[in-house]
């Protein structure tokens, strides 16, 4: 997630947002020149600053709400992937595994830090590690000590990413601002790809770089049952009223599945994050 896809987030709720800021063209500008101008580091301080301009002292609730949901989840995959290379140092074979484990927690962690400095005073309460249950309440008793489980888990924490962001895109309906919610989530589109290739490189049969179907002919093709709610709706094999499987010759029902993505709302991306927080830390 980068400065474009959040503003571009805030935008489904807020369609004056690039009126407060500037013209978009000249708020773009302005904001990219100043990153010019400062540290890495720095850059949510100033996101912030940004933010705190183009709305005064307060930031409209349902923006904020935007935010922190995306930050709650933020929370959520930097712990999972930060503690396995810290807790469980042996888990990820050294040199290219532990290298993308590596990339994908640092990219987690960049969105942590922007999304706090988008938020400022706003942001919710910091998910810690102590928070979470990456278990899933004994569910996946040993993803932090066989390397295929942790993997299996990060597919579906990287599978559900992919359909949180596209699901934000249902806030269009009906409005005339057009966002791209393909540009949201096309990180969280790239670590599954690579978390899913790197299953098949430890012996994980049947996957794909993409979703297809399983055994039984449903969408969940990880082999574990218990993650079936991360791949609820991506069996549907209809779009736009016609249905896809036969509609040509060879086109079966894997085929049109493969062909598309299906979105998660907000309420089902909760229930899942859920299942890997304790009691009292619930979202």
């Not at 074979?93 to 988008?118: M, Q, S, W």
């Not at 060879?250 to 927080?277: C, H, R």
Request: proline letters at 4%; a negative charge.
């Amino acid at each position: 997630m980068n400065i474009v896809n959040i503003l571009e987030e805030i935008e489904k709720v807020d369609g004056e947002i690039y009126e407060r800021l500037n013209p978009r063209r000249a708020a773009m500008k302005d904001f990219f020149s100043m990153g010019k101008k400062i540290s890495l580091a720095a850059l949510p301080l100033a996101l912030g600053s940004v933010f705190q301009k183009a709305y005064g002292q307060s930031t409209p609730s349902a923006v904020t709400d935007v935010l922190n949901f995306a930050l709650a989840l933020e929370y959520l995959e930097y712990h999972f992937y930060n503690h396995a290379l810290v807790a469980a140092p042996t888990l990820v074979p050294a040199g290219a595994p532990k290298g993308a484990i590596t990339t994908i927690r640092d990219h987690e962690l960049a969105h942590v830090n922007l999304l706090k400095g988008a938020l400022g005073g706003s942001a919710r309460a910091e998910i810690t590690y102590a928070m979470t249950d990456f278990t899933a309440g004994g569910t996946f008793p040993l993803v932090y000590s066989d390397y295929v489980t942790f993997l299996k888990v990060a597919l579906g924490f990287e599978d559900t990413g992919v359909r949180a962001y596209k699901g934000q895109a249902t806030v269009l309906k009906g409005n005339a601002v057009l966002t791209t919610a393909l540009q949201i989530h096309s990180v969280e589109a790239r670590h599954a790809s690579h978390i899913r290739q790197m299953l098949a490189a430890n012996g994980a049969t049947g996957l794909k770089p993409w979703i297809s179907l399983g055994s039984g002919g449903i969408a969940n093709d990880t082999g574990v049952g218990a993650v079936d709610p991360v791949y609820a709706g991506e069996s549907t094999d209809a779009q736009a009223g016609i249905t896809i499987t036969g509609i040509a010759t060879g086109v079966t029902k894997a085929a049109a599945v493969e062909s598309f993505d299906e979105p998660l709302s907000k309420a089902e991306v909760v229930i899942i994050a859920n299942l890997f927080l304790r009691p009292g830390f619930k979202l």
